[in-house]
């Protein structure tokens, strides 16, 4: 049986962080075994903050290596930029032609950014949930890895997808699924308590990719704890949990253990648990950290990553364009 055609895009802005890592990245790989996997960079999302020419390659390109140092393998997944795909927007224009103003303009991520950059309040920020749509069914993608946030846009996509076959009179495109991983996706919370990593707020209690040693060895020193329980086998409060759960994915069973113990009965020396955390930590992120660094100081090889998968993008985007056409009605020759 052909596998399952999966689909995911990542964000260009921002550098990756153990958020990241855990939420999103780490499926990838999981993912790249046993499906069709189609992973990109999303530039042209990016260009509704119109980020500096300067940055974009720079930003796109540190993107693919942080993700290919984490493990998502080119030769297994087709991991391409979504501007070398020309198809992406045609299909984009048709989809367009279904989309309607007021749907687009109930959408809270658009909402948020309409009260964020008031001044900003472009076409393309309206029509974001139109091109993520054509980005997935671009390959007639059946699951789509992504986060909570992104549901709706989600169920968009199904939508223009079915409006687009009961139009044209076919079953042309699949319905895209959420694809949840099997086990629970742990979830990583800011190093002061304040939700979720950053991509670009709490830098300080964010652990990103990027980052050497001494600078985890001082974020994760200057977490947020407390005086510790008084009472045996006291509930965690969040900050704390979270601390946890980073040694837990880090360190030993041995240690976690240790310490969980030590918090159960009231001796557990906060002070210790980061020195611990902060070590394995550093050594957690420090091969993906080098890794990464190498290929970005290797240009040529990011290019060649991404023409390869560039290329077999396009196979999959011109059979459905050609599809799409026919159906529509333009076919002229
Ligand atoms: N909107 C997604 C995010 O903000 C990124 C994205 C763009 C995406 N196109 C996609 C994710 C297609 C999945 C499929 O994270």
């Given at each position: 049986m052909s596998k399952?055609?999966?689909?995911?895009?990542?964000?260009?802005?921002?550098?990756?962080?153990?958020?990241?890592?855990?939420?999103?990245?780490q499926n990838y790989v999981e993912m790249q075994n046993s499906y069709n996997c189609y992973f990109f960079v999303a530039d042209y999302h990016s260009l509704t903050t119109h980020p500096d020419p300067k940055d974009l390659k720079k930003n796109v390109f540190r993107v693919v290596a942080e993700n290919v140092a984490s493990g998502l393998d080119p030769e297994k997944v087709a991991l391409y930029a979504q501007s070398d795909v020309p198809e992406i927007p045609e299909l984009y224009l048709?989809?367009?032609?279904?989309?309607?103003?007021?749907?687009?303009?109930?959408?809270?991520?658009?909402?948020?950014?309409?009260?964020?950059?008031?001044?900003?309040?472009?076409?393309?920020?309206?029509?974001?949930?139109?091109?993520?749509?054509?980005?997935?069914?671009?390959?007639?993608?059946?699951?789509?890895?992504?986060g909570k946030d992104q549901e709706q846009h989600l169920e968009m996509a199904r939508n223009f997808a079915n409006r687009f076959n009961t139009r044209y009179g076919s079953e042309f495109f699949p319905e895209p699924q959420v694809y949840r991983a099997n086990h629970e996706t742990v979830k990583i919370m800011s190093l002061d308590g304040n939700g979720k990593m950053s991509k670009s707020e709490n830098v300080n209690s964010t652990i990103y990719l990027s980052d050497d040693d001494d600078t985890i060895r001082k974020k994760i020193m200057k977490a947020k704890t407390d005086s510790g329980p008084t009472e045996p086998n006291s509930e965690m409060p969040d900050y704390i949990k979270n601390l946890f759960v980073l040694l837990q994915v880090t360190s030993t069973k041995e240690n976690y253990e240790s310490f969980l113990n030590a918090y159960n009965n009231c001796t557990i020396r906060f002070g210790d648990l980061k020195r611990q955390l902060a070590e394995d930590m550093a050594a957690f992120i420090r091969p993906i950290r080098e890794k990464a660094a190498d290929l970005q100081n290797d240009e040529q090889m990011i290019s060649k990553i991404l023409k390869q998968g560039a290329e077999k993008a396009r196979e999959s985007s011109l059979a459905t364009i050609a599809g799409a056409r026919k159906l529509i009605g333009i076919n002229y020759y």
């Open positions: 399952e055609i999966v689909v995911s895009g990542i964000r260009s802005t921002g550098y990756l962080h153990l958020g990241n890592y855990f939420g999103a990245i048709m989809l367009n032609m279904l989309a309607y103003k007021g749907e687009l303009e109930k959408v809270p991520t658009f909402k948020d950014k309409v009260r964020m950059q008031p001044d900003n309040v472009n076409a393309g920020l309206l029509t974001y949930p139109v091109l993520m749509a054509a980005d997935i069914l671009i390959h007639r993608a059946v699951k789509v890895p992504v």
